[in-house]
């Protein structure tokens, strides 16, 4: 279900002339009864609102003094959201003749042609105010306080989020608010600029359009309808913007240790969590610890409880990364088991998470695992997980995956792995000059290359994890020297320094000769930046730099790159006894 708020507009919208009929009435009930959160936003006073409409604790919430006041029909309890105008504005337009004249708790309302008497006093008293216009009518309110502000402040009561909502409406002051929610519509005798600017446009009248949209609702067309103004930019082909839906997709990123997953992966979640959606991250390893603008459960001594990642995720504002870098890799698909069903029950009650995102997902679902309890991306909203290897993940949730992105040299091969993993033809590769990405879709007989549009802050990668984490074993750096006498394994940044400084004269050249440090952080860390500066101190002659030097000049480049700790972490994923 991709949207459980209906929020609707008052007069003209839900009601004809101030009244709202008895069909309307009936569908909002269904609405309420199937679990939706039902929001009144009006620019209507809330005593004449209340005066004409007999039915307000049908509502969870009303908005009323467009944006200006947060009423709980319920409880019976008002808020104002914002500061009122002066009492001296209503009272020289009172003075001044200006009839009808409306004081709320926030808002000061008349209609046309006393907006001329508005504007007037406003500038003569020096008041920041603005005047907002429906259909006649002349609304004053403190800047910034539109309908909008006031549905995000209902929402915000409630743990909801506006990616949730479907609002309804028909004037001039409805702009900012169905902007504001994920899908936008107007009844069919909405103004024609409002119109032009939604999302959809129902076909029938005031009520009997708002009783039209909650039938869309409820059978769960409304989810069908596709919203590219929410579309996620991912790269370009040619002048060409390519762009993903940020709802029903599932999307694998796939490539080579080192080959940009994690590029294509932070450029897709800035996006995302910058225009408001909720991630869930699962992190088997600890790679999205330093992310930043994210709440993070979990390091290498705790495995965060299930009950703790559902807490955090109660508030919409939340994005968090699920750190599993304590939790044994056997124990894994375990707890993501645990985890998932909890995950779409809250997004069934609240409307969110708005995408789950999976770190090396074959650790959580590997190719044992016969079934998923999800049948539908858009059970989870969006779904994207990344992998090495495609082949390696359990059918099941291969079957979710509808759009795949390759990174690497060679996109063909890792394109026939995953489709022969789906019982699927390999796809035609359509090269791009400049591409550095391959994106496949379902439905397509030909994948085309792309040029990513990177994000606009370039995280840095697994810093914490490389300086002073603990990577597994088959990423890991090992000095066995000329003879291979030793085997001793660095874990990280850290040690492999540490470790440096302690080898014999013999074993540190074997490897550097040999072009091994360079290679190891370039394909194991990813790092080409830092790997180039390494090779170019392992291709100095013997002559240039003594074995002291070399190991200086190594660690000062790390150094330079990584804050590397007083001491290292203790914990390894790999040691039988934890």
């Known amino acids: ?51 004409v409409f007999p039915h307000p604790a049908l509502f969870d919430l009303i908005v009323a003094e467009n944006g200006g006041l947060l009423y709980d029909p319920r409880q019976r309890t008002c808020d104002a959201l914002a500061a009122p105008p002066p009492a001296e504005l209503a009272e020289r337009l009172r003075a001044e003749g200006v009839s009808p004249l409306g004081v709320g708790q926030v808002l000061v309302a008349t209609r046309e042609p006393h907006d001329v008497h508005v504007l007037g006093l406003i500038r003569e008293l020096g008041l920041e105010l603005q005047v907002i216009y429906n259909k006649g009518a002349v609304m004053v309110l403190p800047p910034g306080v539109n309908k909008a502000t006031g549905l995000c402040a209902a929402l915000g009561r409630l743990s909801l989020s506006r990616h949730s909502v479907v609002a309804v409406g028909d004037g001039e002051n409805d702009h900012a608010f169905l902007t504001a929610a994920e899908c936008g519509t107007a009844v069919a005798n909405a103004l024609p600029a409002l119109k032009d600017a939604c999302d959809l446009c129902l076909d029938e009248s005031n009520g009997r359009g708002v009783t039209e949209l909650a039938g869309l609702l409820l059978t769960g067309d409304l ?255 090992y000095f066995t020297g000329p003879e291979e006498r030793l085997r001793l394994r660095a874990r990280n940044l850290h040690t492999f320094v540490e470790l440096g400084e302690g080898v014999d004269d013999d074993t540190w050249l074997h490897h550097l000769r040999r072009g091994d440090y360079s290679a190891w952080i370039r394909d194991k860390l990813g790092d080409a930046e830092l790997a180039d500066e390494v090779a170019a101190v392992e291709s100095a002659t013997e002559g240039d730099l003594s074995p002291r030097e070399s190991r200086q000049r190594v660690a000062d480049l790390i150094g330079a790159r990584y804050t590397l700790p007083a001491e290292p972490t203790d914990f390894d994923p790999d040691h039988q006894d934890r």
């Open 223 to 477: 989810d069908e309808l596709d919203l590219p103004r929410h579309h996620v930019l991912l790269g370009h082909a040619g002048e060409e913007e390519v762009r993903l839906p940020s709802y029903g997709i599932g999307l694998l990123v796939a490539g080579p240790s080192g080959s940009g997953k994690s590029t294509v992966t932070t450029a897709l979640l800035e996006r995302l969590t910058g225009d408001g959606y909720q991630c869930a991250i699962v992190d088997p390893e600890g790679d999205y610890a330093e992310y930043p603008g994210l709440t993070v459960l979990g390091d290498p001594d705790r495995v965060p409880a299930v009950d703790e990642v559902v807490h955090v995720l109660e508030q919409p504002d939340h994005s968090v990364v699920i750190n599993l870098i304590g939790l044994q890799l056997r124990d894994r698909p375990a707890y993501f088991a645990e985890l998932l069903p909890r995950l779409t029950g809250l997004r069934a009650k609240l409307g969110h998470p708005h995408w789950l995102i999976l770190d090396e997902a074959h650790h959580l679902m590997p190719a044992e695992v016969r079934e998923v309890p999800i049948r539908h991306p858009g059970d989870l909203g969006g779904l994207l997980m990344i992998t090495v290897h495609p082949d390696a993940l359990s059918p099941a949730a291969l079957r979710l995956v509808t759009s795949t992105i390759v990174v690497g040299r060679e996109p063909g091969n890792t394109l026939a792995a995953f489709a022969t993993a789906r019982g699927l033809d390999a796809p035609t590769l359509r090269p791009a000059p400049k591409g550095d990405l391959a994106l496949w879709q379902d439905g397509t007989e030909y994948a085309r290359e792309l040029t990513l549009a990177p994000a606009r802050a370039e995280r840095t990668r697994h810093r914490r994890k490389y300086a002073a984490g603990t990577m597994a074993k088959d990423k890991s750096f």
């Open 1 to 51: 279900m991709r949207y459980n708020v209906l929020a609707c507009d008052y007069d003209e919208t839900l009601a004809t002339d101030g009244q709202v009929d008895d069909g309307t009435i009936e569908a909002l009930e269904r609405l309420s009864r199937a679990g939706f959160k039902l929001l009144l936003v009006t620019g209507r006073e809330l005593d004449d609102l209340l005066s």
